[in-house]
Every structure is written in structure tokens, then in C-alpha cells.
């Protein structure tokens, strides 16, 4: 399988070939749009930076592999009732 890249401007030094993380993270929103939170280069790390996110902005997320579609989905930072 070959790996997924972007071609990014290197101001004043050409283009050159950036690997495209696997991992997409997005909060979904109550209207059940999805915001883009950012990408990592494994599901440990996506879950770490969820956790991250989660102290200002809890919810729900989805972390998505765009090489397998795997989709993971997280409540983060939520309380439940009683806690």
C-alpha cells in the first residue's frame, strides 16, 4: 500500500512531499455536523490529543482512519450525573 501524501510549499525552496497522517479527529456537533480537529499518526496518539480537547471543548468524537475506515467514536470530557 502506498502512503498518502500532500505536496506543501517550502517558501523559497520548491515543493516537497508531506506523509499524510492517517488518523482524522472531528468533534461532532449537536446539529450532527463535524468539525475537523486535527489528524495523528496512530489511534493512541488521536485519542490522546481527544483527551486534550476535551478539557475546553467535551463531547462526542470521532477519530477516523482514512487508509482502513476504521471509525472510533469517543464521549470525552462529559460528566455523568452524579459525579
Known amino acids: 500500500m502506498s502512503e498518502l501524501t500532500r505536496e506543501i510549499d517550502n517558501i523559497?525552496?520548491?515543493?516537497?512531499?508531506?506523509p499524510i497522517p492517517p488518523f482524522e479527529i472531528f468533534?461532532?456537533?449537536g446539529d450532527g455536523n463535524v468539525l475537523w480537529r486535527g489528524s495523528?499518526?496512530?489511534l493512541e496518539n488521536a485519542k490522546?490529543?481527544?483527551r486534550e480537547l476535551a478539557?475546553?471543548?467535551?463531547?462526542?468524537?470521532?477519530?477516523?482512519?482514512?487508509v482502513s475506515g476504521e471509525?472510533?467514536?469517543?464521549e470525552a470530557g462529559v460528566l455523568e450525573a452524579g459525579s
Open 48 to 50: 490522546a490529543r481527544v
Open 12 to 18: 523559497g525552496k520548491g515543493k516537497v512531499m508531506m
Open 40 to 42: 495523528a499518526e496512530s
Open 55 to 66: 478539557v475546553t471543548a467535551p463531547g462526542q468524537y470521532l477519530i477516523w482512519n482514512h
Open 71 to 74: 471509525r472510533v467514536v469517543l
Open 27 to 29: 468533534l461532532q456537533e
